[in-house]
């Protein structure tokens, strides 16, 4: 990846590249722990100890009026809940949109919308549901926590009960993935455009989404198998580039019932390296995901190609291919 290109830009349209890409990575930690979220209701085999990492020490839910269910205030009180809750139902919720804004430094609020559909023992039915969240980063974690959950029912739907139990796990994978690669340095260092360019890279995070049999084929044709070697591979780009965000274009998910789920994206993708110099790409990504019932699902195959080299431009430039692939990018897939 080459700094050389345009002529450098203003402070401020660089400013206010930073920004749009600083936001656009925030949205992908954001969909990670929704996605997470939604599977936690999705299967009976829930980890409470993953679950419970997705809220704060003080959390409170909001139930609907019209639910039968109380609020909820605490950590642990709504993870005893959660334990014995809907025996024998299942759930599923298809992302419609999602709409944050940041409130401070550590804190945002996320306005969440799904298509929800459940059978079972307690209840059948579909409807349209909002979240109403309020997040707060730790420094020294990577995801925000949700503090406040508040739920309504927007309007019911007669839809029959379509699984993505699958689908929300390559979503959380994907979103952590895309969030590590956009932001890698250490959770608890500043990403300020003002900061030193040498930066303190956490490649641990990436440990846990390793299949032992990974197969991982970059464009220039080489191909990684071992947590070291993609541990290398990451630094280096972390060493070129600062901050990124990609968006997601015609996402499709093939489950398997093998456990092992497909996944084909394009992704846009803007990025300011460590000089000072913005860039745009798209690449065309298929990958296998295996299900090991753990936090996330781990990488097994993963080949990328090219569609759009990666490309110096000015920072005005930069921001128009990043409002162009914002209006045509998917946060849900293709069914």
């Known amino acids: 990846m080459s700094d050389s290109g345009p002529a450098s830009d203003s402070g401020a349209a660089l400013d206010e590249l930073h920004a749009a890409l600083t936001a656009g990575s925030y949205e992908h930690r954001v969909l990670t722990v929704v996605h997470r ?21 003080d959390f409170v ?16 009180a709504y993870l005893d809940g959660l334990a014995t809750a809907y025996p ?44 109403d969240l309020e997040l707060h980063q730790q420094p020294t974690e990577r995801l925000p926590r949700i503090s406040t959950f508040a739920e309504q029912i927007l309007a019911p739907r007669d839809a029959p009960f379509t699984e993505a139990l699958a689908e929300n796990r390559v979503l959380a994978f994907l979103h952590y993935w895309l969030a590590l690669l956009e932001q890698p340095t250490a959770p608890s260092e500043s990403s300020e455009p003002s900061e030193p360019a040498a930066p303190s890279v956490d490649v641990e ?33 972390a060493e070129q580039v600062e901050i990124s965000t990609h968006h997601l274009i015609d996402p499709v ?13 394009d992704f846009a ?40 080299p990666f490309t110096p431009t000015t920072a005005d430039q930069a921001l128009a291919h990043h409002d162009a692939a914002r209006k045509l990018s998917q946060i849900a897939p293709t069914r």
């Open 269 to 308: 993708w803007q990025g300011i390296t460590r000089a000072a110099q913005p860039m745009t790409a798209r690449t065309r990504h298929v990958w296998t995901l295996a299900e090991t019932r753990e936090r996330y699902l781990r990488l097994k195959r993963f080949h990328v190609d090219i569609v759009e």
């Open 37 to 57: 979220w939604y599977t936690g209701y999705e299967t009976e085999r829930r980890r409470l100890d993953h679950h419970g990492e997705l809220v704060t020490e």
């Open 205 to 237: 995070p990436l440990r846990e989404l390793l299949h032992p049999e990974l197969v991982m084929t970059l464009s220039d044709g080489r191909v990684l198998h071992t947590f070291d070697q993609v541990a290398a591979w990451y630094t280096r780009n």
């Open 253 to 265: 998910i093939t489950p398997g019932q093998d456990g092992d789920h497909q996944l084909t994206v």
């Open 88 to 131: 024998g139902q299942s759930n599923a919720h298809h992302l419609r949109s999602v709409a944050i804004e940041r409130t401070g430094a550590d804190t945002a609020r996320a306005v969440v919308a799904h298509d929800f559909e459940t059978i079972g023992p307690t209840l059948n039915g579909a409807a349209v549901l909002r979240y």
């Open 61 to 76: 839910a909001h139930r609907p009026a019209e639910s039968a269910l109380p609020d909820v205030q605490g950590r642990q």
